[in-house]
């Protein structure tokens, strides 16, 4: 997996990730506001990544701001397998995906 450069790395530097102890209650109830899906058919930890990654970080503003849209989704997931340790697999797992 590509690193991402230094300078382009700083400006992702910004981004955050909150703690939240009832993400899982709360990504359900945002995941049933945001989709039509069935959550039943969805895997749970997929939802609790994409909840942390929209709602408890600077994710959605950054995209917006900065041009290497891969360095901030690789610093995001790692940020949220530092924070939520039970949630790295997934994280790795997206970031595959998406990188």
Known sequence: ?????KSKLAKCKFIKVEYNNDYINKS???FNEHSY?????INPLRVYVNYI???LSSYDNAINICTNKK???RRIYNLISII???L????????ELKI
């Open 71 to 73: 360095c901030i989704r």
């Open 28 to 30: 359900k109830e945002w």
């Open 1 to 5: 997996m590509k690193k991402c450069k």
């Open 84 to 86: 939520y340790p039970e």
């Open 53 to 55: 990654r929209h709602e």
């Open 88 to 95: 790295t697999i997934e994280c790795e797992i997206q970031k």
């Open 37 to 41: 899906k069935d959550i039943a058919k």
